[in-house]
């Protein structure tokens, strides 16, 4: 089956700064890639996700790269805010909607005001 | 509210003891997960009802657990015999199914074996 490995576990970044956040899936027939946040006491809510027909996805402040080939994807956070302290969770699936997704074990984001 | 509910939110019990998690998936959604998350860990998948297929149980870590859903939409996750090692926040989502991809997910049920 599908392993999702995430990396860093924990990321502390100044307010402002970039935040980059990395996961490499092992399923070369994964197609959908999307990544969640979650908030103390919350479920996790999606936040973007990409198709492997694309290699980048922007939305306002966060991108998501993707590489086929190399079998990893990332989530770019640029000018942070307080606001996106949370853990964030990568997640890949072959088959979107037919099967479960195959969640990383999380990064927890801390933005220092 | 219009989002996935679950009940309790939080359950204490004692080890040996059955447990009945609840989940109240969106209106419609015919697509409901169980996930569980231990402290610190990831979203480790459980099961996966869609509409009147068989669901996909492949993620049940032992035949303590069992889940079923009646009409096509409320969810019961049972854990028989409870051990330790089963606490965590027990989560649920649901999707309109399909291809549409996007999971909503409660708040989940923390459940403490003690």
């Known amino acids: 089956g599908e392993n999702v490995e995430q990396h860093p576990s924990t990321l502390s970044v100044q307010e402002g700064d970039s935040a980059v956040i990395k996961c490499t899936y092992s399923?070369?027939?994964?197609?959908?890639f999307p990544w969640y946040k979650q908030e103390l006491g919350k479920g996790p809510q999606l936040i973007i996700d990409?198709?492997?027909?694309?290699g980048e996805k922007k939305d306002q402040r966060i991108a998501v790269t993707l590489n086929k080939t190399a079998k990893h994807f990332s989530l770019h956070i640029t000018e942070t805010q307080p606001e996106d302290s949370a853990v964030y969770f990568c997640a890949a699936s072959r088959e979107a909607g037919r099967r479960a997704l195959t969640f990383g074990s999380g990064t927890r984001l801390q933005v220092q005001p | 509210g219009a989002g996935v509910s679950q009940s309790p939110s939080n359950k204490v019990t004692e080890k040996g003891k059955d447990v009945e998690l609840r989940c109240d998936p969106i209106s419609g959604h015919t697509a409901l997960y169980w996930y569980r998350q231990s402290l610190g860990q990831g979203l480790e998948f459980l099961i996966y009802f869609q509409g009147n297929s068989a669901p996909d149980k492949s993620g049940l870590p032992s035949d303590r657990f069992s889940a079923e859903r009646t009409g096509g939409s409320v969810s019961t996750l049972t854990i028989q015999r409870t051990q330790q090692e089963d606490s965590a926040v027990y989560l649920c989502?649901?999707?309109?199914?399909?291809?549409?991809?996007?999971?909503?997910f409660g708040s989940g049920t923390q459940l403490s074996v003690l």
């Open positions: 990409i198709r492997s027909n694309v």
């Open positions: 399923d070369s027939a994964s197609n959908y």
């Open positions: 989502a649901s999707s309109s199914g399909g291809t549409n991809e996007k999971l909503f």
